[in-house]
């Protein structure tokens, strides 16, 4: 397994570097049929990771990937889900707060995550057996795997004392759904908004920068599985809203059910 997640990392690192050859110079938007953004960032990226992933002989589902019907995903033990850009839109505002999300799923559970921030080179990761979370500030795209592995803080999510709730809010998807819920904490206590683009909203609560996040918006699986992975290493809950239980991978419709992430 520890095999498994060398190889997230690697690709997720030269992923970033593929994103950034094309930040640092004019961004040419296409827009999909759902109507979200597409930049050659995402392609190549895309590409980057696949070649890594594809010598694992393990099923890839990624969001510019041709998807495969359920009939053809259903037995599946263990696949990968990618998100190759998350946070398109962040990208093209160019405020750094997009991330590569690599998951490992295991019977429709997230087992291992990985997320890169390709401005920072922060780098998020969980251990092979789900057990911990990690993040290491890289110095450079070049160090090795031993470096990584030798140097990385593990993560914990805050204890609060309840006298503050920080809430994560994202800077494209605030909705009055999630502006109820927040209402609603506010008559009880006092509260912070955090705002953050793309799977870094997962990555605060992990690491307890924040508290809660509210999801009362769609997301895909690809937009959360790695988030969950690493949450869930460190005992944060990622719940649908209507089966009150984890989320779920590999599933039939790949969009997720609103979900509350919290400790």
């Known amino acids: 397994m520890k095999n498994l997640l060398s190889i997230a990392i690697q690709a997720s690192i030269e992923a970033g570097q593929a994103i950034m050859k094309i930040y640092s110079h004019k961004i040419e938007v296409e827009i999909k049929s759902d109507d979200s953004p597409l930049t050659q960032a995402d392609k190549n990226a895309n590409d980057v990771i696949n070649n890594y ?8 589902i990624s969001e510019e990937n041709k998807q495969l019907d359920y009939s053809q995903r259903k037995d599946w033990e263990y696949c990968w889900i990618v998100d190759p850009l998350d946070g398109t839109k962040e990208f093209i505002k160019r405020n750094g707060e997009f991330t590569v999300n690599i998951a490992l799923i295991k019977n429709g559970n997230p087992l291992l995550g990985v997320i890169y921030v390709p401005v920072s080179k922060t780098l998020y990761y969980t251990l092979e057996d789900a057990s911990k979370s990690y993040k290491i500030d890289l110095v450079n795209e070049k160090v090795s795997l031993e470096f990584i592995f030798k140097n990385s803080i593990e993560i914990k999510p805050s204890n609060n004392n309840n006298e503050l709730i920080r809430i994560v809010g994202s800077r494209s998807h605030l909705n009055e759904a999630t502006k109820k819920f927040i209402s609603k904490i506010e008559k009880k206590i006092k509260t912070e908004i955090v705002s953050k683009g793309s799977s870094l909203k997962f990555c605060l609560v ?10 009362f918006a769609p997301t895909m699986e690809w937009d959360t599985a790695a988030g969950q992975a690493i949450c869930q290493a460190v005992g944060v809950n990622v719940i649908d809203n209507k089966t009150k239980l984890p989320l779920r991978y590999n599933k039939e419709n790949l969009l997720n059910s609103n979900f509350l992430v919290s400790v």
């Open 206 to 215: 992990a690491e307890g920068t924040a508290d809660v996040y509210p999801r």
């Open 53 to 60: 992933l594809i010598d694992t002989h393990i099923p890839i």
